[in-house]
């Protein structure tokens, strides 16, 4: 149905629009006809039938119509189902549908897809709602129609309202045994002119005289119809081949061009070799030419060479001699830079202990805070004992006020020691530097040696480089024994500072263990005080209420029955139901554990978790 091909001209809009009212009334004869079939059987519809089959037809014409085409040999070739597609990502309903789809396994073509979709929308009632999406969001289709296509024009919003009176009829389709990628498209026009156009005339009775003529009319027609869509085909395929030959040809012209492009190239190239090869004999005789005096000039040098070589090897025994003299002494400072090593390990072993030692500390004052949530068991015996406990506070805040000064001048003392420690480090590794220096002068002097005896041109610049190394090789020398000199001091220092470390870490410790045996009688002494002043605190507020006050529950106010009856919180003395006072905790007036209410269970567990701290 698709012949808006080839057609220009103001008479191209007449046949577009001859054409979309076309494909709308056979739209309207195929839903007329389906409607009368399917009111006229008992139950809905469990097979494909002719009226549905057309009717499925003409609307994939519809879909097609306008559609564009690939354009060149490795495009993708554009389907409806493409422009189901992209209407359908927005929708939610669509999901299921196309997944469905997907997963049919004897689909293999867009078409096929596009054709079970369609069948899909019929049996749920909604193929009017996705002609209306179509055409509700033509932005997103309009690149793949032509502007003539019916789902462009204003007709498209007709075939929605038409596809309405389908929902009348339920259908339930079997697709998995059809073959829906190689289904004929062909609309049959014979069924819509068996009695003429009876969308607007009313269809007279029928006759019994003209039976037979009618039958042999229709088969004329039927033989026409389908003489014409065969012929309608082949003018499509003609018009289809006629582009690709077109097609063909302007690819043939464009290859024809490269060719001769390809073949000028060539020509150019040739050229280019040509003159290449002869400049490449030109430079082969001139080098042949600078070879024979180079010669000449090597065999000169080899005799100057040869003269100035035992004088050279004399500079070089007394250069080795100083080598080796020099390198016994880098072997002593060596030596002397590992004993300063394992000093350093040493001390560092020492720091390591020391911090145990703080970790081991550290755990037995955790120990002895557990410890102090036994205290809670001490009688009321101790009130009198606050007064005097407070004077000692006093006396014992002094003392540790005057400990407290104390270890802050030995970790200052502390902090200079590591600091000069530090200061050591950095010398010695300023030593290796200045070793790795004088190694590496020393590698330069050896590859001097080395290219003296290559290079004979440079041999007047070689003499005066060593005379110059073996001035700042003396030099270094002289330097390196006060460097020496200076790490013997530093080692002395160094012991001096180990020593007085010692001191001041054993002074440290005792300081320490002071601290912890004051700090532990200060927290026992404070456990005791706070738990006897919350004691008599609470014994001054609470007041033991009787029971012919109370008629309600003091936290959730249920008034008490039979059924809830009245229990005594041994700690505040309010009285509660026995939801509310379902807790025993040990209290200081009794050695068992007693009746709670809620609100007094959490401050207790609060004041023992604070005291446990």
């Known amino acids: 149905m698709d012949m808006q091909k080839n057609v220009d001209g103001s008479d191209a809009d007449k046949y577009y629009i001859i054409e979309q009212k076309n494909l709308v009334q056979l739209l309207k004869l195929s839903i007329k006809n389906f409607i009368d079939f399917a009111l006229s059987l008992t139950s809905g519809l469990e097979e494909e039938e002719g009226n549905l089959y057309q009717l499925f037809v003409v609307l994939e014409q519809i879909l097609k119509h306008g559609l564009k085409e690939k354009n060149g040999l490795f495009i993708a070739r554009t389907d409806f189902f493409n422009v189901i597609q992209i209407v359908s990502k927005d929708l939610e309903w669509t999901k299921d549908l196309l997944e469905s789809i997907t997963n049919m396994s004897f689909l293999r073509t867009f078409t096929g ?37 019916l789902l462009l024009a204003e007709e498209a919003h007709i075939i929605s309202g038409l596809l309405v009176g389908l929902n009348v009829i339920d259908c339930n389709l079997c697709l998995r045994d059809r073959d829906l990628d190689s289904l004929p498209q062909v609309v049959q026009l014979c069924r819509y002119l068996k009695d003429g156009n009876y969308l607007d005339t009313p269809t007279p009775p029928p006759s019994p005289l003209l039976d037979t003529h009618k039958q042999d009319y229709q088969n004329i027609l039927e033989q026409k119809s389908y003489v014409e869509e065969i012929n309608e085909k082949l003018r499509m395929d003609f018009l289809v081949v006629d582009k690709k030959s077109k097609m063909f040809q302007q690819d043939n012209d464009m290859l024809m061009k490269e060719v001769q492009n390809m073949k000028s190239r060539i020509e150019e190239l040739t050229s280019e070799r040509d003159c290449m090869r002869q400049k490449m004999d030109t430079s082969e005789n001139t080098y042949q030419r600078r070879m024979e005096v180079e ?42 830079i590992e004993i300063e090593r394992r000093i350093k390990s040493d001390l560092e072993k020492a720091n390591g202990l020391l911090d145990k030692e703080l970790l081991d500390k550290e755990d037995t004052i955790e120990a002895l805070r557990k410890q102090c949530s036994d205290v809670k068991k001490l009688n009321l015996s101790m009130l009198n004992k606050v007064q005097e406990s407070d004077k000692k506070l006093a006396e ?63 041999e007047k610049e070689w003499r005066e480089n060593l005379q110059k190394q073996n001035v700042t090789n003396r030099e270094d020398i002289a330097r390196l024994r006060t460097e020496v000199t200076h790490v013997t001091e530093l080692k002395s220092a160094l012991k001096q500072l180990q020593r007085e470390n010692d001191d001041l870490r054993r002074s440290c410790s005792e300081q320490e263990q002071a601290l912890v045996e004051l700090g532990d009688h200060l927290s026992k002494s404070k456990v005791k005080a706070e738990e006897l002043k919350h004691d008599v605190e609470m014994t001054k507020e609470n007041k033991w209420v009787s029971d012919k006050e109370q008629v309600s529950c003091q936290q959730c106010k249920k008034n008490f029955s039979v059924s809830r009856r009245r229990h005594h919180c041994r700690n505040c003395g309010g009285i509660f139901c026995h939801q509310c006072s379902d807790n025993t905790m040990p209290l200081p007036s009794s050695s068992r554990p007693l009746r709670v209410c809620d609100s007094c269970a959490d401050l207790l567990l609060q004041r023992s978790v604070v005291l446990a701290t």
């Open 396 to 458: 014992r805040n002094v003392s540790l006020k005057d400990m407290e000064s104390r270890t802050h001048q030995s970790s200052s003392e502390m902090t200079d020691l590591v600091n000069r420690t530090k200061q050591l480090d950095i010398e010695n590794e300023d030593l290796k530097k200045e070793l790795d220096d004088y190694k590496k002068k020393c590698y330069e002097m050896e590859t001097t040696l080395d290219t003296a005896v290559t290079g004979c041109s440079v």
């Open 295 to 336: 010669k000449a000039d090597i065999a000169v040098e080899r005799e100057t060479y040869e003269a100035s070589r035992q004088g050279l090897n004399e500079l070089y025994l007394l250069a080795k001699e100083e080598l080796v003299k020099t390198n016994n002494k880098v072997t002593d400072l060596e030596r002397d």
């Open 113 to 149: 897809r596009g054709r079970a979709f369609l069948r899909l929308t019929m049996m749920q009632k909604k193929t009017h709602i996705m002609f209306a999406e179509i055409s509700n969001n033509l932005d997103k289709v309009r690149a793949l129609y032509h502007p003539h296509a």
